[in-house]
C-alpha cells in the first residue's frame, strides 16, 4: 500500500491504495463520494467519468497512483448546495435521465463541451457525447438537454 494525495471537489484526501487500484475505486471507497459509477471497467461506457486536472476522464482507466497529487471532479461538485448547475437543471427539465447510471459522465461530459463549445450543434453534442452510453433514453432528451443547458446562464 502506498499513500496518495488526491483534491477530489476542494477537499484534500490522502489515502493509502494498492498499486493496481483504479482511480474509480480510489474516489469511491476511500474518498466515500459514489455519485461516480463503476460501469464496464473498460473505459467504454462513460458511467465512472470524472474531471482529472481539467480534462474528462473515465476513471476505470486510470490506476490511481498516476493522479496522485492531481485535482479531481465528480459529479458531486456541480450542484452549490440545492442550487443545480445549468446541465443538471437542463437534463431535469428535458427528462434527459431514466435510471441514471449514465448520469455522472453524460453530465461532467456535457459541461467540459459547454465550456469549450458555447452554442453546439446536435452533431458536436453526438461527437463529444460518444463514449458515454445510455441504454434508457435514447439520446434525443439528452441532446435537446445539452442545447437546452447551452441557452442558460452559467
Not at 24 to 35: D, K, M, N
Not at 93 to 106: I, R, S
Amino acid at each position: 500500500m502506498t499513500e496518495i494525495r488526491l483534491t477530489v471537489n476542494g477537499v484534500e484526501h490522502a489515502v493509502d491504495v494498492d498499486p493496481r487500484t483504479l482511480l474509480v475505486h480510489a474516489i469511491r471507497e476511500q474518498a466515500g463520494l459514489t455519485g461516480t459509477h463503476v460501469g464496464c471497467l473498460t473505459g467504454d461506457c462513460g458511467a465512472c467519468t470524472v474531471v482529472v486536472d481539467g480534462r474528462t476522464t473515465k476513471s476505470c482507466s486510470v490506476l490511481a497512483h498516476s493522479a496522485d497529487g492531481a485535482r479531481v471532479e465528480t459529479v458531486e461538485s456541480l450542484a452549490d448546495g440545492d442550487d443545480l448547475h445549468p446541465v443538471q437543471r437542463a437534463f431535469w427539465d428535458e427528462f434527459a435521465f431514466q435510471c441514471g447510471f449514465c448520469l455522472p459522465g453524460m453530465l461532467l461530459t456535457a459541461r467540459e463541451l459547454l465550456e469549450s463549445t458555447p452554442d453546439p450543434d446536435d452533431e458536436e453534442i453526438l461527437r463529444a457525447l460518444n463514449g458515454n452510453l445510455c441504454r434508457c433514453t435514447g439520446y434525443n432528451t439528452i441532446v435537446a438537454a445539452v442545447r437546452r443547458a447551452a441557452q442558460e446562464p452559467a
